[in-house]
């Protein structure tokens, strides 16, 4: 969506009204010991922000060489120790965050974990780029779009799903083992719920103007998630039992 520049190490990205609060977090998040995302390094002249560039592929798709079990759980470790990282930082009441908050605020939300977002190196997630959905929120809201992106929990008409119903539940099941204890099956019904606030967000910022959300509607993007809500809720019982001991 945006047009991003690099300069040796340093990535220059448009900003928005959330830039400054997004740049507090992330220095947050390294003096913290979470080293799995860019480093803010200040403003270019033309108003850019500038962010340190992580070295690595960023996929847009889960081709089938991405879809291993260490891709998914060196993301949902990786997804964990951002999560940990920020439970200290204490967001403003009057940060513009893009996206809003949702309650419970356990954390700082990447808010769109997904591999288009995922620097890999060696078959494993070391980065996560791109904090512009940044918000706080609960664990599992997280999880929850992660699991939706990297199972995938997408139907056959998503062309981007892949595997059945149960290999996509055992794939869900194996994020969150590797997540931790915090985010169980639960998080199986908290997709639908995460995928509809993307929808509703999606409808109000292009009734608000935005053109990038705009042509993603025309596109037929609200429509796939839609899809998708109906394809999770579908098969709700399957994707869960993939979570009991077999
Ligand atoms: N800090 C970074 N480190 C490494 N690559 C980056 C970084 N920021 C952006 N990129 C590259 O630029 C692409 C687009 O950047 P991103 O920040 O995700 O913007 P958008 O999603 O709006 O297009 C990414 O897919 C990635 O290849
Ligand atoms: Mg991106």
Not at 63 to 69: F, I, M, Q, S
Not at 89 to 107: C, I, K, S, T, Y
Not at 143 to 161: I, T, W
């Given at each position: 969506m945006n047009v991003v520049h690099r300069h040796g190490d340093v990535v220059h990205r448009p900003v928005s009204p959330a830039t400054p609060a997004i740049h507090r977090l992330l220095r947050h998040l390294h003096d913290h010991g979470f080293h799995g995302a860019p480093?803010?390094?200040?403003?270019?002249?033309?108003?850019?922000?500038?962010?340190?560039?992580l070295d690595g592929a960023v996929p847009d798709a889960l081709?089938?060489?991405?879809?291993?079990?260490d891709l998914l759980t060196s993301a949902a470790a990786l997804l964990r120790a951002l999560h940990d990282a920020s439970v200290t930082?204490?967001?403003?009441?009057?940060?513009?965050?893009?996206?809003?908050?949702?309650?419970?605020?356990?954390?700082m939300c990447h808010g769109d974990a997904a591999q288009y977002n995922c620097v890999v190196r060696d078959g494993r997630a070391?980065?996560?780029?791109?904090?512009?959905?940044?918000?706080?929120?609960?664990?599992?809201?997280?999880?929850?779009?992660?699991?939706?992106?990297?199972?995938?929990?997408?139907?056959?008409?998503?062309?981007?799903?892949?595997?059945t119903p149960q290999q996509q539940g055992r794939r869900v099941a194996d994020f969150c083992r590797a997540y931790g204890p915090q985010v169980g099956a639960e998080v199986i019904d908290v997709v639908p719920d995460r995928l509809q606030a993307l929808v509703d967000f999606m409808h109000e910022q292009a009734s608000q103007g935005n053109e990038a959300f705009q042509r993603h509607i025309a596109e037929g993007h609200a429509d796939l998630y839609a899809a998708d809500i109906r394809y999770v809720r579908t098969h709700r019982d399957i994707l869960r039992?993939?979570?009991?001991?077999s």
């Open positions: 480093e803010p390094r200040g403003f270019d002249s033309e108003g850019n922000e500038m962010v340190t560039f081709t089938p060489e991405l879809r291993t079990h930082f204490r967001p403003r009441p009057d940060d513009p965050w893009l996206v809003p908050a949702r309650h419970p605020a356990e954390v070391v980065g996560f780029i791109d904090f512009d959905a940044a918000h706080p929120g609960p664990r599992s809201w997280d999880v929850a779009y992660a699991v939706y992106r990297f199972a995938p929990l997408q139907g056959p008409d998503n062309p981007e799903s892949f595997g039992a993939a979570f009991e001991p």
